[in-house]
């Protein structure tokens, strides 16, 4: 078990002091977003390091002000051209969640990643924080808030359609420089009650991902319950990403899915081998 | 912020005259200014307002009413509240001493349906669409936690009435000298419509399949709700009641905005998908054509298209 996975459950073990967090105002000067939660997380994941600002056209984030859909948010980090290929990891935190840490990319050295793209849960009314460290060690942060109710708990939706878990579905742009990875998975949060029950929902969940191009390691993922149901990360470069990519997929009951994109010539010929994945 | 400029926006009710409900005793419940409309001989409407559904006066967006029988008198939806369940409770008592003999939704959402509670006496039978009862099993707790306020205090999960009696496919009710046929429809805005003609007046409820001026939701099946849009617009009624907005005298022509804005939607998320763009950039750039023609666009269309988008992953 790492520290990130240590630290997601401990905060876990708390939501009631999460629950009782009380959001102060951000900063005008920085746009800095403090909240007690934030108080709670950051010497644990930072200990007393310095953290700046980012500026914009380095690392941005965009997020809704109010999501379209609290199960289901869509965030969009982008790195400026100056910062491409210069980012070691990058973290997704969101406060007020039950558990705030929603996911660490860590960056393989030469990987030229432009954007990240994922969609979370979002539990009420939060900041939701991105910090990426830089080669260098440079820690740079941004943030925005984000209205939102029921997130966590909100009831599997089932994601309709077709698709047995971990079926992985890729989709890319024309110009090759991006591609969208969905995992058919419950990635049921803990808070949630089977609707027909009454009982609890057990938490099941995309713990890691490993993304590879051309068998060289491009980013390791850990996630956790803040990714929404069936979770999907989009990736783009500023350049054709190298095929294949591969995706090795760990959920919390250490099953396994694997799946690789051969690029858009033989585009929907995916070689998944999720039917015979577990473990 | 769009919300406080939709509080002031006033809405064009149909023809017909605006009654306040009577004064009783339970109207002391009740909001002061909850109004009735007569909107043809026996069928009475309070057209709601359009609210997003977090901001305060949510729980009245929605068309609710009833429709009075020689015998007794059907309801149709109730309102997002137990407290708009007991102003319309209120108003009917106001209008009818005939008991309250059925009590329908049109469908699962809150706006339509928390006010049940209000005419849960005993008496009165509560029929939904066949899928209805499930979808509230599914949904009770989402209400009970999200919509608490609006439920007695405590909220408790009985307070949501399951129907008793439901419609697979068609129903006819018999008020005395009047039948009201209900039909239940295969996925659409939700998977659990039902339509309530009453055929004494030619007067449809449509529930949320057909939404004026307020934005459609989707919450079913895009190509199931284009379906039924074309199915209705062949109905030979005189007048419908949407779920949202105001009464509809050619229902044809009242269903056309709302295909219009569907099929700009189905395809333009369509295009963005097969184009690999993210969800945002779908939510960006789908049916913008459309923004200037509706009410809670920034509410409801960002919803509408992550729906959809989502489909399409697992089509």
């Not at chain 1, 079926?167 to 089977?194: E, Y």
């Not at chain 2, 106001?94 to 809150?110: A, D, I, L, M």
Request: one cysteine or more; hydrophobic letters at 40%; aromatic letters at 6%.
């Amino acid at each position: 078990m790492t520290a990130e996975h240590n630290i997601r459950l401990a905060a876990a073990r708390l939501p009631a002091l999460l629950m009782l967090a009380t959001i102060t105002a951000a900063s005008a000067e920085t746009s800095t977003a403090t909240t007690e939660a934030w108080g709670f997380l950051r010497p644990q994941l930072y200990g007393d390091r310095q953290i700046d600002i980012a500026d914009q056209a380095a690392v941005s984030l965009e997020a809704p002000a109010t999501t379209p859909d609290p199960s289901a948010t869509p965030l969009t980090i982008r790195f400026g051209e100056a910062a491409i290929g210069h980012i070691k990891q990058l973290r997704v935190i969101i406060d007020n969640n039950p558990s705030p840490l929603a996911s660490t990319f860590d960056f393989a050295g030469a990987a030229r990643v432009a954007e990240i793209g994922l969609r979370v849960r979002i539990d009420r009314w939060t900041s939701v924080r991105v910090i990426a460290e830089t080669t260098d060690g440079q820690l740079e942060m941004r943030s925005a808030w984000i209205n939102a109710a029921g997130g966590c708990s909100a009831p599997p939706t089932g994601g309709g359609g077709n698709g047995a878990l971990g079926d992985i579905r890729f989709r890319n742009t024309p110009d090759g420089k991006s591609l969208q990875v969905a995992i058919r998975h419950p990635n049921n949060s803990g808070f949630q009650i089977d609707p027909l029950s009454g009982n609890p929902i057990p938490a099941h969940f995309i713990s890691h991902i490993r993304f590879s191009a051309k068998g060289q390691t491009l980013m390791e993922v850990d996630a956790g319950i803040s990714l929404s149901e069936n979770p999907t990360i989009r990736i783009a470069s500023d350049a054709t990403l190298p095929e294949p990519v591969s995706i090795e997929v760990t959920d919390s009951q250490d099953a396994h899915f694997n799946a690789s994109w051969h690029g858009p010539a033989t585009g929907s010929e995916t070689i998944s081998d999720a039917a015979v994945g577990n473990r | 912020m769009i919300r406080s400029r939709l509080a002031c926006a006033i809405i064009a009710l149909g023809a017909g005259t605006i009654v306040p409900a009577n004064a009783s005793p339970k109207s002391a419940t009740g909001p002061q200014d909850f109004t009735l409309e007569q909107i043809a001989p026996g069928v009475f409407v309070h057209f709601g307002r359009p609210l997003p559904l977090d901001a305060p006066g949510h729980d009245d967006i929605a068309n609710i009413g009833f429709i009075v029988g020689d015998r007794c008198v059907a309801v149709i939806d109730t309102g997002g509240s137990v407290r708009i369940g007991r102003a319309l409770h209120a108003a009917l008592t106001g209008r009818t001493r005939k008991p309250v003999c059925y009590v329908v939704n049109t469908h699962v959402h809150v706006d339509h349906l928390l006010g049940d509670l209000a005419f849960k006496d005993g008496h009165a039978s509560f029929i939904g669409h066949s899928a209805l009862p499930a979808a509230i099993v599914r949904s009770r707790l989402y209400f009970l936690t999200q919509y608490a306020a609006d439920l007695d205090q405590p909220p408790s999960a009985e307070q949501i009435v399951v129907p008793d009696r439901t419609v697979t496919q068609t129903l006819e009710l018999d008020l005395g000298h009047r039948l009201l046929r209900l039909h239940a429809w295969p996925t659409a805005h939700t998977d659990c419509d039902l339509t309530v003609l009453d055929e004494k007046t030619g007067t449809l409820w449509t529930g949320d399949l057909l939404f004026r001026e307020r934005l459609p939701a989707l919450d079913g099946d895009l190509g199931g709700w284009l379906n039924s849009i074309e199915e209705l617009a062949r109905e030979p009624v005189k007048r419908a009641v949407p779920g949202h907005g105001p009464l509809a005298t050619d229902l044809a022509a009242a269903l056309q905005p709302e295909r219009r804005y569907l099929r700009a939607l189905r395809e333009d998320v369509q295009r963005e998908f097969d184009g690999g763009e993210s969800l945002q950039e779908a939510i960006d750039h789908a049916a913008q054509s459309e923004k200037s023609h509706w009410l809670l666009w920034d509410s409801t269309h960002p919803r509408n298209v992550t729906r959809l988008y989502q489909q399409l992953e697992w089509q």
